[in-house]
């Protein structure tokens, strides 16, 4: 249970110990800056534990935002500060040079906050806007302070920062307005974030169930689905910041749950059109090999950029319209619709699941992804071409672990490495680019069962080693592991094509999904903190250019009914190993206390 020391004199008349017991905390009041320390050191080592003056007056949101939110080892308000365990040490030094600067008299909280500061201690101070949060110096102080409080919708302020401060344009029009009362609701009735993810993913697998039915009233019933599962994607990061619930093994779920519920609905959507004899399979693994890539395009260019400095080279015409334009609010909710973030995307899937046939769904897909890709993709190009970036070890090693390279790549680029320093400027991107298109141009148009894909497989293996060879900390060396991605889905794309038997291209499909959810699952792990995921599960599944010349060399020695079987052996060989280490990973790090997480960044 978390403690809150409630020091100094207690004050007439003040709810601040109150509203600290409703906030889940442990009251223990102290006289001065000595019993301050002393009851510090008693509050047990794994327990949050939170100073706080007794004179302080302030809403009890601002108390929930400076002393409860989980993603923060330190955290300070005015009158308050608090330490979780991973940050208790900072905390009770600081203390102890308080204590012994003020010879016991009392403590000045906000000088706490402050010595911590001094320390070079990391220590998150929320953002209140007009919630209230003061320590008065005296009664009339105190009575303009109590009034400052009253003037305020608490209520009304919490449920608006329950919303994400940046987010698409149909989400923040037609989804949020009354998502964030759901959210509320939800928090209510005591349900976490969690649970209102799972019941997302529940409902998208039976939108998805209603889809593979082929029938017009199951579309429809597909598509009204999709928008409540949609609606319930947004309370659960609502019902997180509403609550301040956050935590590592959610926001892993969130994620992983939202490329689940949508590729489990194209996987519905090409069962529902295979039952009215249309095989749309191809187009709905183009369209997950397109998102998928998309999506590592984003996650690329985040890391390459996320800790590096730069400094302008220059600045094209496309530019400079680019930053005249954000001065013109509506062009900003343009651009939000044009890059197709997760709602835009639902809101064309459900909408024409319902009133179109799967192939049409599929097509407007893939139309409005491609718009949006090279529009996203071109703006980067131009950002990282016209400013001359120094980017980190750490930005390096996380483009290298994006990369994927399996044991082939590894030891040829150990060899490789002296002939890679030579090379000029562009030469990674250059190399997985076109070791990528000689594999896919090899299985599209060649026939099944000829050599030259195998041949294509081991230029691209090569090509792609002399690629990683060197650290990635080129302008453009963020592109590498998004070529990568293209090159091995397209090769298994093409393959299933070219085999033309009945039940290869779902195969396909299910091999394409497992990769993916391993190359997601490496972001993720990334993003959190904690690393790539261990060596012997990339070496285990074998690197991607592994996994392509095996596709290749199986497409060579086996029959295209045989290929089929194979392909989806390799589908649930890979995702067995690939989930059951990434369930371990991510458990046992809920379970170690890790640092909690929660995604404010783009909308996906």
Not at 16 to 21: K, P, V
Not at 257 to 265: G, L, T
């Amino acid at each position: 249970m978390p403690t809150a020391i409630l020091t100094g004199p207690p004050v007439p008349g003040s709810s601040i110990e109150s509203e600290l017991r409703s906030l889940g905390f442990d009251v223990r009041p102290a006289s001065g800056t000595a019993d301050t320390e002393t009851l510090l050191a008693r509050v047990p080592a794994a327990d949050r534990v939170a100073v706080v003056d007794a004179r302080l007056v302030g809403h009890r949101h601002a108390l929930r935002l400076g002393l409860t939110d989980p993603r923060f080892p330190l955290a300070a308000i005015p009158g308050a500060v608090t330490a979780q365990p991973a940050a208790r040490r900072a905390l009770t030094r600081a203390m102890a040079r308080e204590n012994s600067a003020s010879g016991g008299t009392a403590l000045d909280v906000d000088s706490l906050a402050a010595a911590l500061d001094a320390d070079g201690a990391d220590v998150h101070r929320p953002e209140l806007g007009t919630l209230v949060a003061a320590v008065p110096a005296g009664p009339q102080a105190r009575n303009e302070a109590r009034q400052a409080v009253a003037a305020v919708d608490e209520e009304a302020v919490r449920l608006k920062s329950a919303v994400k401060a940046r987010d698409g344009f149909v989400t923040t029009f037609f989804v949020s307005p009354y998502s964030r009362h759901l959210a509320r609701w939800c928090a209510g009735l005591g349900l976490t974030p969690n649970q209102v993810t799972t019941a997302s993913l529940g409902t998208a697998l039976l939108a998805a169930g209603c889809a593979a039915t082929g029938t017009r009233a199951g579309y429809v019933a597909a598509g009204v689905l999709l928008v409540g599962s949609f609606v319930l994607d947004c309370a659960d990061g609502q019902l997180a910041r509403y609550s301040l619930q956050y935590s590592t093994l959610g926001a892993w779920l969130d994620a992983t749950f939202d490329r689940a519920k949508e590729y489990a609905f194209y996987a519905g959507l090409a069962l529902g059109a295979a039952r009215g004899g249309d095989d749309v399979w191809a187009l709905a693994l183009g369209a997950m090999v397109l998102q998928a890539c998309r999506h590592v395009v984003d996650f690329s260019f985040s890391e390459a950029n996320a800790d590096s400095t730069a400094v302008a080279i220059g600045t094209s015409p496309t530019a400079a319209l680019s930053h005249r334009l954000d001065d013109v609010g509506w062009t900003v909710w343009l651009r939000r619709v044009i890059v197709l973030p997760i709602g835009e995307r639902w809101a064309i899937i459900a909408v024409l699941t319902a009133v179109a046939t799967p192939r049409i769904t599929f097509c407007a897909l893939l139309i409005a992804c491609a718009f949006a890709a090279a529009y996203t993709t071109a703006g980067r190009l131009l950002r990282s071409l016209t400013r001359r970036a120094t980017r980190t070890d750490r930005a390096a090693r996380a483009l290298a672990d994006l990369a994927d390279s399996g044991p082939l790549a590894e030891a040829a680029a150990r060899r490789l490495g002296t002939t890679a320093r030579r090379l000029p400027a562009l030469a990674a991107p250059g190399l997985a680019l076109l070791g990528g298109g000689a594999v896919v141009a090899a299985a599209a148009l060649t026939g099944f069962g000829g050599p030259w894909p195998v041949a294509g497989a081991l230029v691209y293996a090569a090509a792609s080693a002399l690629a990683v060879a060197r650290p990635l900390t080129g302008a453009l060396d963020w592109l590498v592991p998004p070529f990568f991605r293209a090159a091995e889905y397209g090769t298994v794309l093409a393959l299933a094509a070219k085999s033309d038997v009945n039940g290869a291209l779902p195969a396909a499909f299910g091999l394409v999904a497992a990769v993916a959810y391993h190359h997601y699952d490496t972001v993720y792990r990334i993003r959190g903190g904690a690393g790539a995921p261990p060596r012997w599960l990339v070496r285990t599944v074998g690197g991607h250019e592994g996994r392509t010349l095996v596709i290749t060399v199986l497409a060579v020695l086996l029959t295209a009914s045989q290929f089929k079987v194979a392909l989806t052996a390799c589908a649930v060989a890979v995702a067995l190993v690939v989930l059951a280490e990434s369930i371990r990973f991510w458990v046992a790090a809920h379970r170690a206390g890790a640092p909690a997480v929660h995604d404010e960044g783009e909308p996906a």
